[in-house]
């Protein structure tokens, strides 16, 4: 089995003392706080970091250090992708669409050679749209709509062939998310809101193009869905408590198996990696259906994932280990990478 560990696009905020006191039972790990302040004292402009760590949908332990709510919001960045495969994904489930056909059966508008890129290609970053350094969707109007965005991005020539080599962090869910709204006929907000927010709690989890812009949720048409997400550390492990029980949350369905199986399958092996963000180049990184495959099995199966923000928030999931858990906090300095990866190993061991 093939091992590989994902330092992600990390940033983080400044610290404290932690604020939880567990019972030894539910004790961290002893060298956990050092390591959780080392990244802090990294962060800049932050006050604070959560930690959370559960198994068969139970918390095992929480930490809270230095100056941050229990309801904390943040804009968390490229944490965002995980939640948008994951609402893409529900309409495959439905048969609305799928991974393989092409995406110009559902947007004409695609011609050419972008007329066969397939929603895999896009999920998984390989359709050659660009990576985000030309930031053409992080650019775009936050008032336009998602059908609006992928026309836009229909008339630019593609950078590559789509399957041929990934890139990260193009326009390519600008466009899944516009297929969505095509056929279901519904916002991408509300479809949000309806199938994955509001069957899981996540009542303080909403979409914005940017976290930065003066518009908003409500006026937001063409959400950012590769990192335009805020919600809070507790929302977002209710959604990571979904995928690790494949798809079921509290006995309901959200997903498929067949759905988290796809998501959580390596789809870059063999291909060029171009544009790898800081903390995951050099690192072997591959990626699956928006989210990264940090560690994964000989048939391709991913063993660990993760999707890390360039804000610093970090949740991931060990299959082996049934442990889930997330690094909550908001920064831009990917020094906090490091240590958030020698955190997670640390749990991990102790945990088994």
Not at 177 to 193: P, Q, T
Not at 225 to 234: M, P, S
Request: one cysteine or more; proline letters at 7%; aromatic letters at 8%.
């Amino acid at each position: 089995m093939k091992r590989i560990m994902l330092a992600g696009i990390l940033t983080l905020l400044s610290f404290g003392s932690v604020a939880a006191d567990p019972s030894p039972r539910d004790a961290p790990p002893p060298g956990l706080k050092p390591l959780l302040e080392e990244a802090l004292a990294h962060a800049t402009n932050a006050k604070g970091l959560t930690a959370i760590v559960m198994r068969d949908g139970k918390q095992l332990y929480r930490l809270d250090v230095g100056d941050i709510a229990r309801d904390q919001q943040f804009p968390i960045a490229s944490a965002s992708k995980w939640l948008t495969g994951a609402l893409v994904m529900t309409t495959v489930d439905e048969g609305k669409l799928s991974l393989d056909a092409p995406i110009s059966t559902v947007l004409p508008e695609f011609k050419g050679v972008a007329a066969t890129i397939t929603l895999r290609e896009l999920l998984s970053q390989t359709a050659g749209m660009g990576s985000l350094k030309a930031g053409f969707d992080l650019k775009q109007s936050a008032t336009i709509t998602l059908a609006q965005s992928a026309a836009q991005i229909a008339e630019r020539p593609l950078d590559d062939p789509p399957g041929t080599i990934f890139n990260y962090g193009g326009p390519h869910f600008q466009v899944a998310g516009a297929m969505v709204e095509a056929v279901s006929g519904k916002r991408w907000a509300d479809l949000f809101n309806e199938r994955i927010a509001g069957p899981l709690g996540m009542t303080h989890t909403y979409w914005l193009h940017l976290p930065n812009q003066t518009e908003t949720a409500t006026q937001t048409l063409n959400p950012l869905l590769q990192g335009g997400v805020v919600t809070t550390a507790d929302d977002y492990m209710r959604f990571l408590t979904m995928l690790a029980h494949n798809g079921v949350y509290n006995g309901k369905r959200i997903l498929s198996a067949y759905a988290v199986d796809e998501m959580e399958t390596n789809q870059t092996l063999g291909l060029p990696m171009g544009y790898v963000p800081p903390g995951a180049s050099g690192r072997g990184a591959q990626y699956a259906l928006a989210n990264w495959c940090d560690a994964w099995d000989a048939s391709k199966r991913c063993t660990r994932v993760s999707s890390p923000g360039a804000f610093g928030t970090t949740p991931w999931i060990d299959r082996d280990s049934g442990l889930y858990g997330i690094f909550f906090i908001k920064s831009r300095d990917p020094d906090v990478a490091a240590p958030f990866l020698k955190a997670e190993a640390m749990i991990i061991a102790a945990n088994r």
